[in-house]
């Protein structure tokens, strides 16, 4: 007859079971990623799935696996190129280095000459290794440098968008902006200047406005509109919210909305927008 002593006994070791059967078949799962493995004798890398089958064999010195369907780079001998996951070579192990994320079937390329180019998946030069430097940018449009420490904007096809005259080129709501000898312009895609080498300093602030900064003074840009709708007369201009500003001037702060209409008058007291719940 068992005892109650027997009867726990008896259901810790059945919990005890079905805790390792649980742990067993979440370890067991495939979950459709892939992860890199190192060999423990020869110390290289190789590529293998949930379930520890091995989908590259550990040949590379180092492993980068970014989304699968583009292929895996690798290292070997101090060069990188990209291998497909059946093991085959995509783009040559040649290059000095990859820059950046594997994105769009793109791959910002080093070579050992120090000059940048892009590389699509199935190793097809797309852009030539003709750069000092190359970053990838939005609509697969890339701010390059070339003999020179200046910067602009070319194409996938690699035609020249804006020319590299500009000490920085960032995206601002929907343009570019280049600083130049400490001013900013608003450059289209195409090269079409909005303004020239106007504002001390340019910001984002919502898909159409830019906090522009002129003498010293903060005001609004509307990059549809293209014109200035506050004008640049502000000590600060903070805390975008529901088309609403907080305005300081003279150190008084006051609220004003995105046409300049003062919602609540130039006070002493200092100005805090509660977030809402």
């Not at 002593?5 to 495939?30: D, H």
């Not at 975008?240 to 907080?246: A, T």
Request: hydrophobic fraction near 40%; proline fraction near 2%.
């Amino acid at each position: 007859m068992i005892n109650k002593l027997q009867l726990m006994k008896l259901a810790i070791v059945t919990l005890i079971f079905f805790f390792i059967n649980l742990v067993g078949q979440n370890s067991n799962s495939y979950d459709g990623k892939l992860y890199k493995f190192r060999d423990v004798k020869t110390l290289l890398y190789g590529v293998e799935d949930s379930l520890r089958n091995v989908v590259v064999p550990a040949k590379y010195d180092r492993v980068w696996i970014g989304y699968k369907e583009n292929g895996v780079r690798v290292k070997l001998n101090g060069k990188w190129g990209m291998i497909n996951l059946d093991g085959k070579e995509v783009i040559p192990i040649k290059y000095k280095a990859f820059k950046g994320v594997n994105f769009k079937n793109i791959n910002v390329t080093l070579d050992f000459n120090n000059k940048y180019g892009v590389i699509d998946n199935s190793g097809n030069i797309i852009i030539p290794f003709d750069y000092d430097d190359l970053t990838f940018t939005l609509k697969l449009n890339y701010v390059f440098s070339k003999n020179s420490n200046l910067v602009g904007l070319i194409n996938d096809k690699n035609e020249v968008l804006i020319k590299n005259e500009y000490e920085k080129l960032k995206r601002k709501v929907g343009y570019y902006g280049g600083l130049k000898n400490g001013k900013w312009s608003l450059v289209t895609r195409s090269g079409k200047l909005i303004f020239k080498d106007q504002y001390e300093s340019i910001t984002t602030i919502s898909n159409t406005l830019l906090k522009i900064q002129k003498d010293g003074k903060f005001g609004l840009y509307n990059s549809v509109s293209q014109d200035e709708i506050v004008p640049p007369i502000y000590d600060e201009l903070d805390k975008y919210k529901d088309g609403h500003l907080i305005a300081t001037l003279n150190n008084q702060y006051g609220i004003i909305d995105t046409l300049n209409n003062v919602v609540i008058e130039m006070q002493n007291l200092k100005i805090t927008i509660i977030p809402r719940e």
